[in-house]
């Protein structure tokens, strides 16, 4: 199982960083690309959208790079925009313990 959660989360981080951006900055896991404004939307959508369908998970219970991968498996279900993907995971990890 747990050789299965790391190849599916090198997967995820090998496909994030195949995606063009925006920035010329490059994204990391953990890095914000976001402004406070977009972070403060990235919280209403992910309390809106996600929790629609589910208990919200508590932020800080994965790191950013198993955010990573729980991002790109659920963005599509909640029909976000990269743009709305990006402010909640920018939300996410931005949350501390």
Known sequence: MKKLIAAASFIAILLV???PKAS???VTPGSSTST???IAQG???FENSCGRCHKLPDPTSHNPVQWVGIMNSMAPKAKLTDE???WVYDYIVSVKK
Request: net charge neutral.
């Open 43 to 45: 919280k209403t959508i």
């Open 84 to 86: 709305q993907h990006q």
């Open 24 to 26: 010329t900055s490059p």
């Open 17 to 19: 960083s195949c995606t």
């Open 36 to 38: 406070a404004e977009q």
